[in-house]
């Protein structure tokens, strides 16, 4: 119910746009967010939308480069990353749940499979 797509490899200072796209009741959830995973780390919350309450969150470590945004007519999220660096080199997932922002994977009810993003320096 959650497809997400659109990573790739880019140089470091590159952008890149990823999507998840919802079907059926996720995206009637208020709540979407975007997880990732680095090789040999756990996975980290990168940011997160509530729709209802037009509120946005971030991890510190990507505030200012990142911007998560949902498309209502197209039933998808997306996550527009700017400025690149290296560090952000991971598989990244999205994610839905009913109600509340979490910073935290257990909360949230269903995942996508997960797209990989490369930034070479």
């Known amino acids: 119910q959650l497809q997400a797509f659109g990573g790739g490899s880019v140089p470091a200072g590159g952008s890149l746009r990823l999507s998840c796209a919802a079907s059926?009741?996720?995206?009637?959830?208020?709540?979407m967010g975007w997880f990732r995973q680095a090789p040999g780390k756990e996975r980290e919350f990168v940011a997160a939308i509530n729709w209802s309450v037009s509120s946005n969150y971030y991890a510190d470590s990507v505030k200012g480069r990142f911007t998560i945004s949902r498309d209502n007519a197209k039933n998808t999220v997306y996550l527009q990353m700017n400025s690149l660096k290296p560090e952000d080199t991971a598989v990244y997932y999205c994610a839905a749940r009913p109600l509340g922002i979490s910073y935290y994977q257990e909360p949230y009810e269903y995942w996508g499979q997960g797209t990989l993003v490369t930034v070479s320096s």
């Open positions: 059926g009741r996720t995206f009637t959830y208020n709540v």
